[in-house]
């Protein structure tokens, strides 16, 4: 019986640490990794295009917490799939790409010489984004890229990697053994830096939390609202934090960009941020109302660029809420009285979005998608106006349920996104406009024959909705944003996936729940609305109306 190839092993050292899925397409140059015959390698789902190999990594990793691989060939295959791993990497979704480069043996030390596939430095398009990338010459390289990539995706904080690969070093055997890596430990916070916190907030009497993705990837939702209750403190969420602290009497339900949790955030006396990069589409590039003072627990650098900081500890949120509690103990700090009944915020929101002709029919739909697609199932939203509202505007009722690609905004994210959570069995809804799905229409071919249980929900309103808008907003001619659309039930039927229009969107709800019936079968399906829906205070040409 002869050694398994380096692929081989790769794919084994990936199974053996927990990789369940990876996602690409064969081509001439990286074969070995279909070739494979690994116990314990993960199951390759195979797709119609790089991009929605990223994609689905991401969508898999943002459902479950497994980070999943992106099998690719050289050059453009490459290169195909780097939109798809920018969203990923910006959003802390530890996409790990595995692409062979051209042969070894073929190279020349003076540069590049006309291979096919051949780019003078394949790896620096994914160090664009900070990234690590890793180029692997001999099979000993391409094993101990694998093994320094599982730690950065692991974290913390979790990250992507790129790791290159000639395909003749692919194919060749591997003798040795496959290696077992330990994790590593996540970093301390200074302990002056949490006693410092702890003054602050001694000093307060009217703090407020922000938890973002940070805190789901810690599994640190229970530490997190016990410091919330301790200090009486309201509760608001990024995009990537939706579903923390679900039903509890201090979250804030609803999106800071509206008056009424904007007022929260202008009268508290200090903020302290858990797990969040604070991003601009979250903060309306930092120009929300803030307490004067602030605090922030989380991993990464990217909020050392925000606002100014009182105290900022960049180390794991769950052991350092651990710390400030025991610091909280010592300076006598026991639990508050809140000092805002925020119970009825989120009512008040609603009411008045329902109340108002504008964006009644979108808060309907928001409505509509709570009450018909099941808590269990996964929800991934593209850039689409009906998907700005409901990520922005549903009442998540767990971490992990919702995607939201505003991490690098890529149009066209959900329907590949959806193959990642679904590829386990999740029943997943894609929310998208009519102009996403045309980026990635050939995966109708992956979900078909794999059995996907997805419903991809379709907003048909003629184009790019989101950006009419923006041209009305500023004045521009309205050019390039209407756009032919299929008839998606002809469509539909192409790939044998079946389609349900809706005319009314109070039969919305009902039209999911036949979809989902469809998915617990191991059927795609498809629901389409034709409707044009005005776009939430979210977005960017909202942010600052009276």
């Not at 008056?259 to 200090?270: C, K, N, Q, T």
């Not at 805002?340 to 989120?346: E, F, K, Q």
């Not at 959570?421 to 045309?438: Q, R």
Request: overall charge negative.
């Amino acid at each position: 019986m002869s050694a398994p190839s380096v692929a081989a092993a790769i794919l084994e050292l990936l199974g053996r640490h927990g990789v369940t899925r990876a996602f690409g397409i064969p081509g001439v140059h990286n074969l070995p990794f279909w070739d494979a015959d690994a116990e314990s390698a993960p199951r390759i789902v195979g797709v119609r295009h790089e991009q929605a190999a990223g994609y689905a990594a991401d969508g898999l990793y943002r459902a479950t917490g497994q980070f999943g691989a992106a099998l690719l060939t050289s050059g453009p295959g490459a290169a195909n799939v780097v939109g798809a791993f920018g969203e990923a990497f910006v959003s802390g979704s530890p996409v790990l790409v595995f692409a062979s480069e051209v042969n070894q043996s073929l190279r020349s030390s003076a540069g590049p010489r006309g291979i096919l596939h051949e780019m003078a430095d394949q790896g620096a398009m994914f160090e664009a984004f900070g990234a690590p990338a890793r180029r692997a010459s001999t099979r000993q390289e391409a094993i101990a890229s694998t093994v320094l990539a599982l730690r950065d995706a692991w974290g913390p904080p979790p990250m992507g990697n790129y790791i290159g690969i000639p395909a003749d070093v692919l194919g060749e055997e591997w003798t040795a053994a496959i290696p077992h890596i330990p994790r590593l430990p996540a970093p301390d916070a200074d302990p002056h830096d949490v006693s410092d916190l702890a003054e602050l907030i001694r000093m307060s009497v009217r703090p407020v939390l922000w938890l973002g993705g940070g805190v789901v990837a810690a599994d640190a939702q229970q530490s997190a609202r016990a410091l919330a209750h301790r200090l009486g403190a309201p509760v608001v969420t990024s995009y990537a934090g939706r579903g923390l602290l679900a039903g509890d009497p201090l979250l804030v339900d609803a999106p800071v960009h509206e008056p009424e949790v904007g007022a929260v955030l202008a009268d508290a006396d200090l903020l302290i941020v858990l797990g969040s990069s604070f991003d601009g589409m979250n903060t309306k590039n930092w120009r929300l109302p803030l307490p004067t003072r602030r605090a922030a627990i989380t991993l990464g650098s990217l909020i050392r660029e925000t606002v100014d900081w009182d105290c900022l500890i960049s180390a794991d949120v769950g052991l350092t809420l651990e710390q400030l509690s025991a610091a909280l103990d010592d300076a006598g700090i026991t639990a508050r009285t809140p000092w805002l009944d925020v119970s009825s915020i989120r009512r008040t929101v609603v009411d008045r979005l329902l109340a108002d002709p504008r964006t009644r029919p979108a808060m309907t739909w928001v409505q509509q998608l709570e009450a018909g697609w099941p808590a269990d199932g996964a929800v991934v939203c593209d850039m689409a106006v009906g998907a700005y509202w409901y990520g922005g505007y549903s009442s998540q009722p767990r971490p992990r349920r919702l995607q939201y690609p505003v991490g690098w905004g890529t149009l066209g994210y959900a329907l590949p996104a959806a193959i990642g959570p679904a590829s386990l069995g999740i029943p997943t809804l894609a929310v998208c406009g009519d102009g996403g799905p045309m980026f990635a229409l050939g995966e109708l071919a992956t979900y078909a024959p794999e059995s996907l249980p997805i419903t991809l929900l379709i907003v048909d309103d003629g184009g790019y909705g989101m950006l009419r808008f923006d041209q009305q907003v500023f004045g521009h001619p309205e050019r390039g944003v209407d756009l032919l659309v299929p008839e998606w039930q002809a469509l539909g039927s192409a790939f044998g996936i079946g389609v349900e229009r809706v005319e009314q969107v109070g039969d919305l709800a009902a039209a999911l729940g036949r979809a989902h019936e469809a998915n617990l079968r191991g059927e795609p399906r498809m629901v389409v609305w034709s409707q044009a829906l005005f776009p939430p205070r979210t977005t960017s040409p909202r942010w600052f109306e009276d």
